[in-house]
């Protein structure tokens, strides 16, 4: 089962991911259940987003290539040879990220999609946390002294914008405005269904 967990920056995603491996590490234990996340650190393409996170973004096409390469890498060297061994994957952000954040608009999204898909494989399920752009700004000024370049208001509004045009039965829409613990239970109800459905 491959779970991505997926929302704009300040909705609560990586502490949901925590969360769930936890969570499901303790139902399940720790040799079935992975927690992973993009970019990565792994991957030449990944550490270069990361560090321009911190100095300056690359190019449009340039980042959208380091992004698609960064999961290639993190398809074949994590998730694959997991999911090969019957483990529960759970990433941190996936293929949705490239086009909420590196799409100009929705039929930009949708063209992006159709170019890297037949690369990738697709999620059993994807979390989507929701929440409004003003908490999210909220929670990322309380959480660092400044916002990283992908964190500014008008790439959060945009991203928000084309999570929620996503459609297919794969999606899972939750509030990410609510405690923790209430997002956990609200995803794990999701990955239950899901689970059944795969057995
Ligand atoms: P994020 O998960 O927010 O990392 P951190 O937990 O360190 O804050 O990811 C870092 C940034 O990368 C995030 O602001 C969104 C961006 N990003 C893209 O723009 N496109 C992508 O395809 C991915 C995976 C991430």
New binding site residues.
């Given amino acids: 089962m491959f779970i991505a967990v997926e929302g704009i920056?300040g909705s609560g995603?990586?502490t949901l991911a925590r969360e769930l491996a936890a969570r499901l590490i303790d139902e399940l234990g720790a040799d079935r259940v992975v927690l992973t996340?993009?970019?990565t650190e792994l991957s030449p393409w990944g550490r270069r987003?990361r560090k321009s996170?911190r100095e300056g973004r690359l190019p449009r096409d340039e980042?959208i290539a380091h992004?698609h390469k960064d999961?290639l890498f993190h398809l074949d060297e994590i998730i694959k040879p997991a999911l090969a061994l019957g483990k529960i994957v759970i990433t941190?952000?996936?293929?949705d990220?490239?086009l909420?954040?590196?799409a100009h608009d929705l039929a930009d999204a949708e063209a992006l999609y159709r170019a890297m898909a037949p690369e990738l494989i697709e999620p059993d399920l994807v979390l989507l946390l929701e929440i409004p752009i003003a908490t999210a700004l909220m929670r990322i000024s309380e959480a660092r002294a400044e916002n990283?370049s992908?964190?500014r208001e008008e790439t959060l509004r945009r991203a928000a914008e084309i999570y929620a045009s996503r459609r297919g039965t794969r999606y899972r829409r939750r509030d990410g405005g609510q405690a923790p613990q209430v997002v956990l239970e609200a995803a794990l109800s999701a990955v239950q269904e899901r689970l059944q459905a795969h057995n």
Wanted: glycine share 0%; charged share 45%; aromatic share 18%.
């Fill in positions: 920056d995603k990586s996340r993009e970019p987003l996170e980042e992004f999961r941190d952000r996936y293929v990220s490239t909420a954040y590196q990283t992908f964190e």
